[in-house]
T-cell receptor, first 112, second 117 residues
Framework: DQQVKQNSPSLSVQEGRISILNCDYTNSMFDYFLWYKKYPAEGPTFLISISSIKDKNEDGRFTVFLNKSAKHLSLHIVPSQPGDSAVYFCAATGTSYGKLTFGQGTILTVHP | GAVVSQHPSWVICKSGTSVKIECRSLDFQATTMFWYRQFPKQSLMLMATSNEGSKATYEQGVEKDKFLINHASLTLSTLTVTSAHPEDSSFYIC?????????????FGPGTRLTVT
């Protein structure tokens, strides 16, 4: 049972435009959500997170939106840069869990 | 900062031998560390949760006698793959949870590529 789903395996965007990566979850016990960026043969790099008490968190070019009623979150990257090309994973956890549950990842390609 | 290192970054071993992978939090103390495994083109699979000074908690389907985890200090956890077989070949990644306002962020090491011949 995939509790965290990223339904788009890949996304292609032009440099300077907005990248929107989506993530859905099913477990209502999740109350904290994170986005990670990963290059091949490297560990994931933490990007941004959001608590369930918020619906938006912003850090520079990255903004995460959370829609609790829809059990959906998204990561917006504006403006997109070629260096953003990587695999993006969303992850979720519950206060009592500690461990993260990851989605399958979305490959983002930003074209110059 | 929150830097996590892993050693070695890659290792080749013969079938039947054991391999130890180290995970260190370099600039913070981590009471909890996690070990993941990633297969090609797949997501990260949590193998076990390692708590300093206590036994690791393994996920369902992960053999605890095959994947020995030791978390001897607040900055070091080790994963030993015992009697390795070719099917154990994979990319192993550790993470460490940094204590903070939320305590949920995990910071990952660069990973270790294990190839068993």
């Amino acid at each position: 049972d995939q509790q965290v789903k990223q339904n788009s395996p890949s996304l292609s965007v032009q440099e300077g435009r907005i990248s929107i990566l989506n993530c859905d979850y099913t477990n209502s016990m999740f109350d904290y959500f994170l986005w990670y960026k990963k290059y091949p043969a490297e560990g994931p790099t933490f990007l941004i997170s959001i608590s369930s008490i918020k619906d938006k968190n912003e850090d520079g070019r990255f903004t995460v939106f959370l829609n609790k009623s829809a059990k959906h979150l998204s990561l917006h990257i504006v403006p997109s840069q070629p260096g953003d090309s990587a695999v993006y994973f969303c992850a979720a956890t519950g206060t009592s869990y500690g461990k993260l549950t990851f989605g399958q990842g979305t490959i983002l390609t930003v074209h110059p | 900062g929150a830097v996590v290192s892993q050693h070695p970054s890659w290792v080749i071993c013969k079938s039947g031998t054991s391999v130890k992978i180290e995970c260190r939090s370099l600039d913070f103390q981590a009471t909890t560390m996690f070990w993941y495994r990633q297969f090609p083109k797949q997501s990260l699979m949590l193998m076990a949760t390692s708590n300093e000074g206590s036994k690791a908690t393994y996920e369902q389907g992960v053999e605890k006698d095959k994947f020995l985890i030791n978390h001897a200090s607040l900055t070091l956890s080790t994963l030993t793959v015992t009697s390795a077989h070719p099917e154990d070949s994979s990319f192993y990644i550790c993470s460490a949870r940094k204590q903070g306002p939320t305590g949920h962020e995990q910071y990952f090491g660069p990973g270790t590529r294990l190839t068993v011949t």
